[in-house]
């Protein structure tokens, strides 16, 4: 099953935080906070039946009105070696996705573009490559009538997921058009099952708060705390910013924007909208996305408390409250 996301590309391919200086939004809605526990509806485990919207690997889903199809083949840990400068604790992974021309004539390719999130909360995996391998090429692909193309994905992804789900999200551009057609995938990594320890976001609605500690969810945002790195008069923050889709429709990316504002005076220190690849992927039915965010703090501001105010794409804004470091 396939849906159609109507949205622009953006001119500009970014990877991992951008940071952009200055203010954003407007207007102070403050949302809700409540307890971690699990919510059995926010994200099904790989055992029960995939909501609308998401398939098992294996399956074919149509994309142009049935002229293609797109099929991404079950993930397989590749041999230590086969890929190189694998992070320490990882393991390299490939998973196949094939498209198939399903007309009698030779035809373009519909461009590609893969993400892959595991776990409960739905952790961004890093791509062991950004390019397409020689199979897939870089640029249009002409495919014989009833023919296919195969891409091989490549993933580092930590030895604790061994077991977790994979919730993988394939935009298929057709030649000439501008909006991709979402299609969303869901299997389990090889390897025994291994509990998460990440919680899941509360469902519903709890008791209104002003501000929430760095750590827990506010509705449906989380904002981690706040880790601290490097030296000089300037220094590294990083946090993971988490947000859930509870509707059965896809969510075109985290779409957030992390306004960090550090010391009791609420000096802006950044303003951050995390993206991955080129720009935010969409995030599957009913499933959660986290990111990892970066930006430049003053040295005189670590140990002190931080501000951390996530404002959606309609200037509503969650304050989150912690200390760096």
């Known amino acids: 099953m396939s849906v159609r996301l109507r949205h622009a590309l953006p001119t500009v391919l970014l990877a991992g935080a951008v940071l952009i200086s200055g203010c954003t939004g407007s207007g102070n809605d403050p949302k809700t906070d409540g307890p971690t526990s699990s919510a059995p509806g926010a994200r099904p485990s790989p055992s029960t039946v995939l909501p609308d919207g998401i398939v098992k690997p294996g399956t074919a889903l149509p994309v142009g009105g049935g002229a293609w199809t797109v099929t991404l083949q079950d993930f397989e ?4 070696g086969t890929v190189p400068a694998v992070p320490a604790g990882s393991s390299a992974y490939t998973a196949r996705v094939t498209v198939a021309n399903q007309r009698a004539q030779v035809a373009t390719a519909p461009k590609t573009t893969v993400t892959a999130r595991y776990g409960v909360l739905g ?16 640029g249009p692909q002409q495919v014989r009538p009833n023919g296919s193309i195969d891409r091989d994905l490549r993933l580092f992804l930590p030895d604790q997921a061994h077991g977790l789900p994979v919730t993988v999200t394939v935009e298929a551009t ?3 058009l501008a909006e991709p057609e979402l299609l969303f995938f869901e299997g389990a990594l090889p390897g025994g099952a291994t509990a998460s320890p990440d919680p899941q976001a509360p469902q519903g609605a709890p008791a209104r708060q002003s501000a929430t500690p760095l750590g827990q969810w506010n509705d449906h945002v989380r904002v981690g705390e706040v880790t601290v790195s490097g030296e000089g008069a300037s220094r590294t923050g990083s946090l993971k910013l988490s947000v859930v889709n509870r509707s059965g429709g896809p969510m075109p990316g985290l779409g957030t924007t992390l306004r960090i504002l550090t010391g009791s005076d609420l000096h802006l220190a950044a303003t951050v909208r995390p993206v991955y690849g080129y720009r935010d992927a969409a995030i599957a039915p009913y499933r959660t996305a986290t990111q990892s965010v970066s930006f430049r703090i003053p040295e005189a501001a670590v140990g002190g408390p931080v501000t951390v105010e996530a404002v959606d794409a309609g200037g509503s804004r969650i304050t989150f409250e912690g200390r760096l470091g």
């Open 77 to 80: 840990r590749l041999p230590d």
């Open 123 to 138: 952790h961004t995996a890093a791509e062991a490559t950004h390019k397409n391998t020689p199979s897939s090429g870089d």
């Open 174 to 176: 057709e030649e000439g």
